[in-house]
C-alpha cells in the first residue's frame, strides 16, 4: 500500500549539449566555436608537421587538415546533438509512466545537496554512473534505481535497468518489495562538525599541484607527510581512482629488472578489489615523499569496522577534502584542521533487478 509521504525524486543531469548552449547562448553559437578551435588546432598540427614541404604546397596542406578537422567537429557536434535529443525523449516516456498516485519531483544534479529527501522517498537516476555515485551519499539509505539512458554507450555498472524497465522497477520500491544491494560509504568529519560521505573514495590533499602537508595518525603511529594527497576508498571506489594506483605499481614493477639478471626487482602488486558491501576502506598515500621532516610508514592500508583515520592540516588555506572526483563537493581543510576519516554508519541502497 502507497504512504501519503511518499514521492517519486527522479534526478537528472545537463547534456553536453544544454552545457553548450548555457556556455555559448544558442546551438549555432556552440557549433561555430567548436568548429572553429578544432580547424585552429588542426592547422597549427598541420603547419609543424608541414615544415619540411615545399612553401607551395604548405597552404594546401593547411586548408585539407582545417577542412577535415571541421568535418569531425561537425561529426562530434551532431552526435551531441542525438544524445541531447535520446536523454529528453526518455525523461519525456519516464515522467508520462509514473501515474501511480504519488508526485514526482524532477530535480537536476546540481540541486541535490540542498534537497531534503523524506524517508519514504524513491530515487530515480537517469544516467551515467557517476551521477548514481554523486547521488547515492545524500540519498542514504533510501532505494536508488540507476537507468542507463543509452545501453550502447555506457556500461552501466551503477544503471541496472533500461527506461522501459523503471516503472516495474519504481512500484516495486514504492510499494517495499525492491530488492536492494547496500553499498558502504565512507564518511570525513572535521573538528569544527562538518561532514562528508563518499560512494567512491575521498581525496584528502590540496587545491592546486603544491605538496600536500598534514600529520596523519593510524593504529597507535603519528607520522608527518608530505605527498600528492591521500585517496580513501570504499568497496564501490576500489575499482576506480585506486586502481590507478595499483596500475601504476604494476608497470614500474613490469619495468625496473636487474641489469645482471634480467629478473624482475620487485614482485607485481595484486589490485585490492572489496565487495561494495564490504565494512573496509583502502587508503593509499600518493606518491609520499621521504625527508628530514617526513616519513611514509603510513603509505598505505586498510581500516575495519571500528578504525579510523586522524589527519591534522598543515597546509595553509589550501587544504581540501573531496567526495568522488567532484572537487566543487568539499570541505576545507586548512592549517589546523583535524579530520577523522572512517566507515560511515549509513549505507547506500541500489535496486537491483
Do not use: C
Not at 555559448?24 to 556552440?30: D, L
Not at 604548405?58 to 552526435?79: F, I, K, N, T
Not at 573514495?201 to 596523519?216: E, P, T
Amino acid at each position: 500500500m502507497l504512504k501519503i509521504d511518499q514521492r517519486i525524486i527522479l534526478v537528472t543531469r545537463k547534456t553536453r549539449q544544454q552545457e553548450l548552449k548555457e556556455k555559448f547562448g544558442t546551438t549555432g553559437q556552440a557549433h561555430f566555436y567548436v568548429a572553429r578551435a578544432r580547424a585552429a588546432e588542426a592547422g597549427s598540427r598541420a603547419l609543424k608537421s608541414a615544415a619540411a614541404a615545399p612553401k607551395a604546397q604548405v597552404a594546401q596542406l593547411m586548408a585539407q587538415a582545417e577542412a577535415e578537422a571541421e568535418d569531425l567537429a561537425l561529426e562530434e557536434l551532431s552526435s551531441v546533438e542525438s544524445e541531447d535529443q535520446r536523454y529528453q525523449s526518455l525523461l519525456k516516456d519516464l515522467r508520462r509512466q509514473f501515474d501511480l498516485g504519488v508526485p514526482v519531483q524532477v530535480v537536476d544534479r546540481g540541486l541535490v545537496p540542498n534537497l531534503v529527501f523524506g524517508p519514504r522517498d524513491v530515487v530515480l537516476v537517469l544516467g551515467q554512473d557517476g551521477l548514481v555515485a554523486n547521488v547515492a551519499k545524500y540519498a542514504v539509505n533510501l532505494p536508488i534505481i540507476g537507468i542507463n539512458p543509452d545501453p550502447a554507450r555506457y556500461d552501466g555498472i551503477l544503471l541496472p535497468f533500461e527506461a522501459r524497465q523503471a516503472r516495474s522497477a519504481v512500484q516495486r520500491a514504492l510499494e517495499g518489495r525492491a530488492k536492494t544491494r547496500e553499498v558502504s560509504l565512507a564518511a570525513a568529519r572535521l573538528n569544527n562538525g562538518q561532514r562528508l560521505l563518499a560512494f567512491n573514495d575521498l581525496f584528502v590533499g590540496a587545491r592546486s599541484h603544491v605538496s600536500a602537508r598534514y600529520r596523519l595518525e593510524s593504529g597507535g603511529i603519528v607520522e608527518q607527510q608530505s605527498s600528492s594527497g591521500m585517496i580513501v576508498s570504499t568497496g564501490a571506489g576500489s575499482t576506480g581512482w585506486l586502481s590507478s594506483v595499483f596500475n601504476m605499481l604494476s608497470g614500474v614493477a613490469a619495468r625496473l629488472h636487474d641489469p645482471a639478471t634480467g629478473r624482475a626487482i620487485a614482485p607485481r602488486p595484486p589490485a585490492v578489489r572489496l565487495p561494495w558491501e564490504a565494512r573496509q576502506l583502502v587508503y593509499v598515500v600518493r606518491e609520499p615523499f621521504i625527508s628530514k621532516m617526513t616519513t611514509a610508514k603510513l603509505a598505505a592500508g586498510l581500516l575495519d569496522e571500528q578504525e579510523s583515520l586522524v589527519v591534522e592540516s598543515l597546509m595553509g588555506p589550501e587544504g581540501t577534502i573531496f567526495s568522488d572526483g567532484i572537487e566543487a563537493d568539499a570541505l576545507p581543510f586548512s592549517e589546523g584542521a583535524i579530520a577523522t576519516i572512517s566507515l560511515a554508519k549509513e549505507r547506500a541502497r541500489l535496486v537491483v533487478p
